[in-house]
């Protein structure tokens, strides 16, 4: 993420990073299945307010991670993958 003037501006590091299926009634899978990724620290799914709805760390090495987020009210959701090497944020739909 960067700051320029037209505001804060996400880059996106890990294009081999997955979050899918979006939209998704349930199963979420965190995927990285390409090896490219770095390790995956921290795991944290933020609602349209900013509050967080979900946390999951220290996943050490793994390549998928599945998270149920059947029980969330539909709606837009964002999941921010915290690496050894920085942070992505993606997206997703609960339908």
Do not use: W
Not at 69 to 82: A, D, E, H, L, Q
């Amino acid at each position: 993420m960067t700051v320029g003037s037209a505001g804060i501006v996400e880059t996106d590091n890990y294009p081999s990073l997955r979050v899918y299926p979006n939209p998704t009634s349930g199963e979420l899978i965190i995927d990285c299945s390409n090896g490219a990724c770095p390790i995956v620290e921290n795991i944290e799914i933020f609602d349209l307010m900013g509050k967080c709805v979900f946390q999951l760390s220290t996943l050490n090495s793994q390549l998928s991670t599945q998270i149920d987020i059947s029980s969330f009210p539909s709606g837009m959701y964002f999941v921010r993958i915290t690496t050894e090497t920085g942070a992505v944020t993606r997206k997703v739909v609960k339908r």
